[in-house]
């Protein structure tokens, strides 16, 4: 789940990591109103769930109120492209408006998961401002890391020899010390699975301060936290979604024109690699689960059929606990209740699947049953080939 850069600086703040001081408008007038309190000079930063925005134009140096004023009328309601948002970019309906801060220095700072130890990992670098991944192609004796043992967590020490290696001295090391245990005491509060301040900053007055934040809660905790629907920003989400999140699915669109429905998520991965391989082009990445409902099918179709780009279906189903009935019950339902006249092509192998073939078989869909994965693929591609003549 992500936040804006807005949400995450009051979190940090919470701990006690300094950030400037700003405030988020929702209008233009609220952006000039905003400038004039933090004394004219400030920096407007469109909000938007993706990181480049600065590179895209969407965070501006002004000098007063109405250098403020205008940059805000350009930015609400213009669309950002960054290489996180896609060709499609994101509308800006929300602005930060923060204190201009002189730089002295600039270090990249990051709490997240290393997949390969299972443990949360501390990243720090001198080269801040940058993106990560670039350094860490370039030049990756820049980069350096502290993993962390979850029996004993981040110890001071750890800290420390971050806060050293950045170059930090005396005072400004100690209270480097203190804002990265910070973090890690959030990081764990707040079951985030990437904690990033790109840049911190040492300031003319030789302070520290996060200039920039980003905080990604783990999908899989937020059970454990009732506030954190409150915020989010569904502007920012593609509707089909959020009405997936609602039947509890998992779904993200993608670029392509099959639409996928799997039960299974290694399943899913290995039936987009599939499609890819035999020149196909997946529209989303959806996975029904183990235990649907045929209303949850249903609707986990109709969220496939909801994308205008969307071609024609492949279904990919094993049914081990899932009934493949079930399926095809769900199915027809959905089609049936749009009136979909897309190709669909449903892979079935396991329980009762000669009764979900027998459903299928005797429905007025334009359906092709098969038991084989290969030969499904290759049909549901060189259906939607024809369709694009």
Request: hydrophobic letters at 40%.
């Given at each position: 789940?992500?936040?804006?850069?807005?949400?995450?600086?009051?979190?940090?703040?919470?701990?006690?990591?300094?950030?400037?001081?700003?405030?988020?408008?929702?209008?233009?007038?609220?952006?000039?109103?905003?400038?004039?309190?933090?004394?004219?000079?400030?920096?407007?930063?469109?909000?938007?769930?993706?990181?480049?925005?600065?590179?895209?134009?969407?965070?501006?140096?002004?000098?007063?109120?109405?250098?403020?004023?205008?940059?805000?009328?350009?930015?609400?309601?213009?669309?950002?492209?960054?290489?996180?948002?896609?060709?499609?970019?994101?509308?800006?309906?929300?602005?930060?408006?923060?204190?201009?801060?002189?730089?002295?220095?600039?270090?990249?700072?990051?709490?997240?998961?290393?997949?390969?130890?299972?443990?949360?990992?501390?990243?720090?670098?001198?080269?801040?401002?940058?993106?990560?991944?670039?350094?860490?192609?370039q030049s990756p004796e820049?980069?350096?890391?502290?993993?962390?043992?979850?029996?004993?967590?981040?110890?001071?020490?750890?800290?420390?020899?971050?806060?050293?290696?950045?170059?930090?001295?005396?005072?400004?090391?100690?209270?480097?010390?203190?804002?990265?245990?910070?973090?890690?005491?959030?990081?764990?509060?707040?079951?985030?699975?990437?904690?990033?301040?790109?840049?911190?900053?040492?300031?003319?007055?030789?302070?520290?301060?996060?200039?920039?934040?980003?905080?990604?809660?783990?999908?899989?905790?937020?059970?454990?936290?009732?506030?954190?629907?409150?915020?989010?920003?569904?502007?920012?989400?593609?509707?089909?979604?959020?009405?997936?999140?609602?039947?509890?699915?998992?779904?993200?669109?993608?670029?392509?024109?099959?639409?996928?429905?799997?039960?299974?998520?290694?399943?899913?991965?290995?039936?987009?690699?599939?499609?890819?391989?035999?020149?196909?082009?997946?529209?989303?990445?959806?996975?029904?689960?183990?235990?649907?409902?045929?209303?949850?099918?249903?609707?986990?179709?109709?969220?496939?059929?909801?994308?205008?780009?969307?071609?024609?279906?492949?279904?990919?189903?094993?049914?081990?606990?899932?009934?493949?009935?079930?399926?095809?019950?769900?199915?027809?339902?959905?089609?049936?209740e749009v009136d979909c006249?897309?190709?669909?092509?449903?892979?079935?192998?396991?329980?009762?699947?000669?009764?979900?073939?027998?459903?299928?078989?005797?429905?007025?869909?334009?359906?092709?049953?098969?038991?084989?994965?290969?030969?499904?693929?290759?049909?549901?591609?060189?259906?939607?080939?024809?369709?694009?003549?």
């Amino acid at each position: 789940m992500n936040i804006h850069e807005y949400q995450a600086k009051d979190i940090l703040r919470s701990y006690g990591v300094p950030v400037p001081r700003g405030r988020v408008a929702l209008t233009a007038d609220q952006v000039e109103r905003a400038a004039r309190e933090l004394g004219g000079k400030c920096v407007v930063k469109a909000q938007i769930y993706a990181g480049g925005r600065g590179k895209a134009g969407g965070v501006r140096l002004t000098s007063n109120q109405e250098e403020a004023l205008h940059a805000a009328k350009d930015l609400f309601g213009k669309t950002l492209v960054t290489p996180q948002t896609g060709p499609d970019g994101l509308i800006v309906r929300r602005i930060l408006v923060e204190e201009a801060v002189e730089i002295a220095r600039e270090f990249y700072l990051s709490i997240t998961l290393d997949r390969q130890s299972s443990r949360y990992c501390v990243i720090a670098s001198a080269e801040g401002g940058m993106e990560i991944e670039a350094l860490a192609e370039q030049s990756p004796e820049k980069i350096f890391i502290e993993t962390i043992d979850p029996y004993i967590g981040l110890r001071p020490y750890q800290a420390r020899k971050l806060a050293l290696s950045l170059g930090l001295k005396g005072r400004l090391c100690e209270e480097c010390v203190s804002l990265i245990m910070n973090l890690y005491r959030c990081c764990l509060d707040k079951d985030c699975s990437l904690l990033e301040i790109n840049p911190l900053v040492v300031t003319g007055a030789d302070w520290l301060l996060a200039m920039d934040a980003k905080i990604n809660f783990d999908d899989n905790a937020l059970f454990r936290h009732a506030e954190y629907p409150e915020l989010t920003d569904y502007s920012q989400i593609d509707p089909l979604e959020i009405t997936a999140g609602e039947f509890d699915l998992s779904y993200i669109k993608l670029k392509g024109n099959i639409g996928c429905m799997v039960n299974g998520a290694g399943l899913a991965m290995a039936t987009l690699d599939m499609l890819a391989e035999y020149g196909g082009a997946p529209a989303n990445f959806l996975d029904v689960g183990g235990g649907a409902t045929k209303e949850r099918v249903a609707e986990a179709f109709k969220i496939i059929l909801g994308d205008p780009e969307v071609k024609g279906v492949f279904v990919n189903i094993f049914g081990g606990i899932m009934r493949c009935d079930v399926i095809a019950e769900g199915v027809i339902s959905a089609a049936s209740e749009v009136d979909c006249t897309l190709p669909i092509v449903v892979r079935m192998d396991g329980t009762l699947v000669e009764e979900g073939k027998r459903l299928l078989d005797e429905s007025p869909l334009n359906v092709k049953f098969t038991h084989d994965l290969v030969e499904g693929v290759e049909s549901i591609v060189g259906m939607v080939g024809l369709m694009q003549l």
